[in-house]
């Protein structure tokens, strides 16, 4: 008789508990069946594919990691998050995102034919990352990024085996190499703080394409009219044109003609009244011994006029406490701000909000103030340039330190097994690279080790 266990591993760093399913193993589900933890949770291999009745559910309070290929239905009701690990996943039946976010982390959901997805769609509530649907049908694809909900719909492909593909990122084109100064001239100019991307993977169906819009997400929206759907055809935006669902400013829909070749898209604008245009590269808020620094990066600035910074203490009700700081108001490249704030909670969440010289504001991230202490006040941080990896090598960059140190790196996997470990001699804003060829597809942990900082940072190797 096949079995499954379930049982906990602790850690160096972080505690897991983990469904293992082994390869040769059916798990049966009848009726509804709830894994529910209040740690973070792992189900590794698939479920078998003549599972035709029930619901998995995932049902906690911490992350989740799923590596399954195959389920027929899977409900998620998690307020922290649950993350795809080592492989794309197929639904057959349904998806129900009830609570929480998932994390496709470069791999991809994909639906089957007649498959659906329902929830409480919302900014805490989305998939991040990768989602696919097959079939025939108008299709929603509920995507997110930074804690923003940013739907994409397509309208009904015209062939049963046709497969879309969409994602979603709360961040400046330019990231990605679709540069906002190349514009076709009837664009005045293009959003600076989003764009989503729209694959056929399969099929020749055309389809209309209609992109939601907010002033707050979207960097200010003030006369829909003009607004407009911006497509990057492989060297310049170019203008498609769009019908909006109403003149609502605050929210709404603008939908494309139909089309035949996809790709970015992102949301233009004819005039200067719908700005789109501040993209926050970097916000965080750590204890100093100063008080509580609150820093942010902000990238080529257009029209800004100033930053308040709002808290909060249950993620409901913000309030002000720095307010006015002024804004570089046309600046092209990086410019870097920070404020402190005196309070002394166990858990604070942070945000900064933008105004431009119009009176359009925008939001950054939310970020969760750390509990540790950093005794030097500088913007210590480590950053992986492409995760997941998949590439041969994990390139990591540290930033905040004024001078060359040597520091220790070590790579665990998800068992905690010690997979890597040397040291470095450490430059300021120097790239460093590891060779992680030889490591399998999944999630691990990159621990580093200076004199005066420690910092884990997860990552995924991926061959998606």
Do not use: C
Not at 360 to 369: A, D
Request: aromatic fraction near 12%; charged fraction near 15%; charge should be negative.
């Amino acid at each position: 008789m096949k079995q499954f266990f379930v049982f906990l591993l602790f850690l160096p760093f972080w505690a897991i508990s983990q469904l293992w399913i082994p390869n040769s193993s059916t798990v049966a589900i009848a009726g509804n069946s709830v894994l529910a933890s209040k740690y973070e949770t792992q189900i590794i291999d698939s479920i078998h594919p003549l599972m035709n009745s029930g619901y998995l559910h995932l049902n906690a309070t911490q992350r989740q990691f799923l590596a399954l290929k195959f389920a027929p239905k899977l409900s998620i009701n998690n307020v922290s998050h649950v993350e795809l690990i080592q492989n794309s996943m197929q639904l057959r039946d349904s998806l129900h995102l009830q609570a929480g976010i998932l994390k496709t982390n470069g791999f991809s959901v994909d639906m089957l034919q007649g498959s659906v997805i329902r929830g409480n769609f919302g900014n805490s509530t989305h998939v991040e990352g990768f989602l696919g649907k097959y079939g025939q049908t108008a299709f929603n694809f509920p995507m997110g990024h930074q804690g923003y909900y940013a739907p994409i719909e397509i309208s009904a492909p015209s062939n049963p085996l046709d497969f879309f593909r969409a994602h979603y990122r709360h961040e400046s084109p330019d990231v990605a190499g679709f540069f906002r100064n190349q514009i076709l001239a009837t664009l005045r100019h293009v959003s600076n703080v989003e764009y989503w991307e729209l694959e056929r993977i399969h099929g020749t169906s055309s389809v209309m394409v209609s992109l939601s819009y907010d002033s707050i997400r979207s960097g200010g929206i003030s006369d829909v009219a003009n607004l407009l759907i911006a497509k990057w055809d492989g060297s310049l935006w170019i203008d498609l044109g769009g019908v909006p669902s109403s003149l609502n400013a605050a929210s709404g829909w603008i939908a494309s003609p139909v089309l035949s070749s996809f790709g970015p898209l992102t949301l233009g604008s004819l005039n200067a009244f719908n700005p789109l245009p501040l993209i926050f590269k970097h916000v965080a808020a750590s204890r100093t011994e100063l008080g509580n620094k609150i820093e942010w990066t902000t990238y080529d600035e257009q029209n800004t006029e100033y930053f308040n910074i709002e808290f909060s203490l249950d993620n409901a009700t913000f309030l002000e406490v720095e307010t006015k700081i002024p804004a570089k108001g046309f600046y092209s490249g990086e410019a870097k701000y920070e404020a402190y704030h005196a309070l002394n909670e166990k858990e604070i969440i942070y945000r900064v909000k933008q105004y431009d010289k119009d009176g359009n504001f925008s939001y950054s991230k939310k970020v969760l103030l750390s509990d540790e202490i950093v005794l030097n006040p500088e913007s210590f941080s480590i950053e992986i340039l492409e995760n997941p990896i998949k590439s041969s090598f994990l390139t990591f960059q540290v930033l905040g330190i004024a001078q060359p140190t040597e520091a220790k790196i070590q790579i665990y996997n998800l068992l905690g097994k010690l997979v890597f470990e040397s040291s470095f001699d450490i430059n300021p804003n120097e790239k460093h690279a590891i060779d992680v060829a030889n490591l399998s597809s999944g999630m691990y942990m990159m621990n580093y080790h200076d004199a005066h900082h420690k910092k884990s940072i997860k990552f995924i190797k991926s061959n998606f």
